[in-house]
């Protein structure tokens, strides 16, 4: 088969970003504009800001990125473009972008699944082998996907409440870190003590999850130690609760590797940069014999890398739309 060039655009929420991969494993440029410096001052992003800077973004962005991969829109093959989930007014701004291309240019549109882009950038790094466990978790997702082939995903647990990376936003707002607080939680745990007692949540037989528990755990605790008079040792709460949530991650996937004949996990997702997670996935896979890829930290966070790649794979797999293709503010991964 020839080669394929695919141009991937993410929107989806707060990180404007065009790549182009080359059949669905070869980064050959990516532009990314963040902006959380933006969002920062809000504690959190707003969607409204978030659109307007999409619309503003958007075509330098794609120029950037077909300058620094010295190449025209002749030699793409097709366009990939995360239709959702994720805030609609941002999504919209991407969909519209590559409509408009797929339709000057006479390229095929594909939709890809934010979801399918965070597993699919595991292919970056290494080809994927089936039957496989994709770890999912990020900002808004906390998933557990079984895949038999590619582009077959079937979910088999979540989470029942609050995204992992939800929570860990969450917990670092209560103890006064800037958004996004996930990063700064992970640095803090590597400097504190396991102190502070800590729920386990959902300890159960199904491969769920649940963390607003843990979140109201260490907001109560967070109140009763400020009514005592009494300041929250920081770093401690970051180690206690990071134990927890990554020991709530890792026993599940311990169950669906054994019970699922697993040959391959891969963790995908902002929260698969953080640092305790990755570890304790490594000894857990390690210990079991099975093969383990986590993107690097580039890969991890939102970027149209991702969506280039799952693009590939979806192409090959058929997915192709027309132009009446719209945006989906949620969508399951199918
Ligand atoms: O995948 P992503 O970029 O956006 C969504 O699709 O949600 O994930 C962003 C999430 C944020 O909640 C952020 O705090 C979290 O990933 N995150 C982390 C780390 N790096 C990013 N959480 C914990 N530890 C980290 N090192
Ligand atoms: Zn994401």
Redesign the pocket.
């Known amino acids: 088969m020839k080669d394929m060039y695919i141009l991937g655009i993410e929107s989806s ?1 707060d990180e404007t970003s065009v790549s182009i991969v080359k059949n669905g494993t070869e980064e050959i440029a990516t532009i990314i504009s963040s902006q959380i410096d933006v969002h920062k001052q809000y504690g959190g992003v707003v969607p409204e800001i978030a659109s307007r800077h999409h619309v503003k973004n958007i075509t330098i962005v794609l120029e950037e990125c077909l300058e620094k991969a010295n190449m025209t829109m002749d030699q793409i093959d097709a366009i990939a473009i995360t239709y959702g989930p994720g805030l609609i007014g941002s999504l919209l701004i991407g969909l519209e972008a590559a409509k408009t291309l797929a339709f000057i240019y006479n390229k095929p549109l594909i939709p890809v699944h ?1 979801i399918a882009g ?1 597993i699919y950038a595991n292919s970056l790094v290494k080809p994927l082998t089936f039957p496989l466990l994709a770890v999912v978790v ?4 906390t998933e557990l996907v079984l895949m038999k082939d590619h582009y077959q995903f079937e979910k088999i647990g979540g989470t029942l409440d609050d995204a992992i ?2 929570c ?2 969450k917990v670092a707002r209560v103890i006064g870190l800037e958004y ?4 700064k ?2 640095k803090l745990a590597q400097e504190g003590n396991d102190t502070y007692k800590l729920p386990i949540p959902l300890q159960d037989d199904s491969y769920n999850f649940s963390f607003s528990g843990l979140k109201s755990a260490v907001i109560n605790l967070s109140h009763n130690e400020e009514q005592r008079g009494e300041e929250i040792r920081k770093a401690d709460l970051a180690t206690s609760f990071q134990k927890v949530a990554v020991e709530s991650i890792t026993s599940k996937v311990r169950k669906a590797i054994q019970e699922l004949g697993i040959k391959n996990v891969i963790v995908a ?3 698969a ?3 305790g997670l990755r570890t304790a996935m490594q000894s857990l896979t390690e210990e079991l014999g099975v093969e383990l890829s986590i993107p690097p930290m580039k890969y991890c ?2 970027n149209g890398t991702m969506i280039a790649a799952a693009g590939y794979f979806a192409y090959l797999n058929g997915r192709v739309s027309d132009l009446n293709l719209n945006s989906k503010s949620q969508d399951t991964l199918k």
């Not at 990020?138 to 997702?141: A, P």
């Not at 996004?180 to 990063?183: D, I, K, L, Q, V």
């Open positions: 929420c934010h965070h990020s900002g808004g997702h990376g939800e860990y936003d996004p607080g996930g990063p939680i992970d997702g902002g929260v940069a953080n640092n966070t939102d």
